[in-house]
Nanobody, 126 residues
Framework: QVQLVESGGGLVQAGGSLRLSCAASGRTFSSYAMAWFRQTPGKEREFVAAITWRGGSTYYADSVKGRFTISRDNAKNTVYLQMNSLKPEDTAVYYC???????????????????WGQGTQVTVSS
């Protein structure tokens, strides 16, 4: 089993920055990749970014490319999401997720993730 705990959410003005963290514990050696998804009320959870645990390959949704950066610290079993130039439409609950197998082509498919965190609220005011 793997446990994921997110932190770093909050309220920020448009144009500002936040950094989310996701600490993984348990059987983390089985990790293939970790990702961030987000969800707003009444909408499906959407892919934001992902990173492979070993090679560090990164993947981004078009809506966040150039503004968000995903990174990892293997020694701390932690993944980060640096969010810059935030917009009101980035407001959502952000979830950390972990998958234990590929392929990379399915990185944005939430159904392929095995473990999820509890979510952290990000609110961007205009």
């Amino acid at each position: 089993q793997v446990q994921l705990v997110e932190s770093g959410g909050g309220l920020v003005q448009a144009g500002g920055s936040l950094r989310l963290s996701c600490a993984a514990s348990g059987r983390t050696f089985s990790s293939y990749a970790m990702a961030w998804f987000r969800q707003t009320p009444g909408k499906e959870r959407e892919f934001v970014a992902a990173i492979t645990w070993r090679g560090g390959s990164t993947y981004y949704a078009d809506s966040v490319k150039g503004r968000f950066t995903i990174s990892r610290d293997n020694a701390k079993n932690t993944v980060y999401l640096q969010m810059n130039s935030l917009k009101p439409e980035d407001t959502a609950v952000y979830y950390c997720a972990l998958k234990t197998r590929g392929p990379a082509q399915l990185m944005a498919d939430m159904r392929t993730y095995d473990y999820w965190g509890q979510g952290t609220q990000v609110t961007v005011s205009s």
